[in-house]
């Protein structure tokens, strides 16, 4: 069976040419309660490293990684019919990856990470318009440098699920999981 970062970069070059946003994942961390939070995310990379995602750190999932790394994420791509399911460890990115990435966001992207105070309460929209003002003012005639509070984090899966809708609900499912020497084990489950 082929392997599952070959497989993923298949489907996923499939589902870029039928899906509007075909890097749109939801990711599920827990909180301190072991309760837990799901959200959509856009995928910026895959590879046999892993699977990575920026983000703000002092967010609600930036701080819920910080006390638990464990993480799954999921990509549902209804036209295909399709469905992967991704569990694993992340860790931070590197302060020169996540500034390439950064410097390659737009402009109004930028300013917005600064200007966020992301999973915070807000007063109201004014505010919020407010630190963008202030940011595009203080970033108008130079380069919006990344913030210390925003970074990216990779996925190094230990388990990843194929799943193919079939007719009459006998659907596919083929689990790739790590073993201990690194390796990739695979199993067919009943739908």
């Known amino acids: 069976m082929q392997d ?4 993923f970069a298949d489907w ?7 899906e509007d946003m075909a ?4 990711i599920a961390t ?19 490293d892993g699977f990575t995602f920026y983000t703000n750190l002092e967010s609600r999932k930036g701080k819920e990684i910080a006390g ?23 860790t931070q990115v590197s302060d020169e990856e996540a500034d390439v990435y950064f410097a390659s966001r737009a402009k109004d992207s930028q300013i917005g990470a ?5 999973s915070r309460p807000m007063e109201g929209r004014f505010e919020f318009e407010a630190r963008i003002l202030k940011y595009t003012t203080k970033f108008a005639l ?7 509070h925003w ?3 990779r996925l190094n899966p230990r388990k990843i699920e194929f799943w193919q809708d079939r007719k009459f609900r006998l659907h596919d499912r083929h689990i790739y999981t790590k073993n201990d020497q690194g390796n990739w084990d695979v199993e067919t489950q009943y739908p």
């Open 68 to 90: 638990n790394p464990n993480m799954a994420f999921c990509f549902h791509w209804k036209s295909m019919a399709q469905q992967i399911r991704i569990e694993g460890e992340v």
């Open 114 to 118: 600064w200007a966020s105070k992301q």
């Open 142 to 148: 130079s380069t919006v440098p990344r913030p210390e």
């Open 23 to 26: 890097e749109a994942m939801s």
């Open 151 to 153: 970074s990216g984090f």
């Open 4 to 7: 599952p970062f070959e497989r």
């Open 12 to 18: 996923f070059k499939e589902a870029e040419a039928s």
């Open 30 to 48: 827990v909180d301190e309660q072991g309760r837990p939070s799901i959200r959509m995310v856009l995928l910026k990379d895959h590879g046999p």
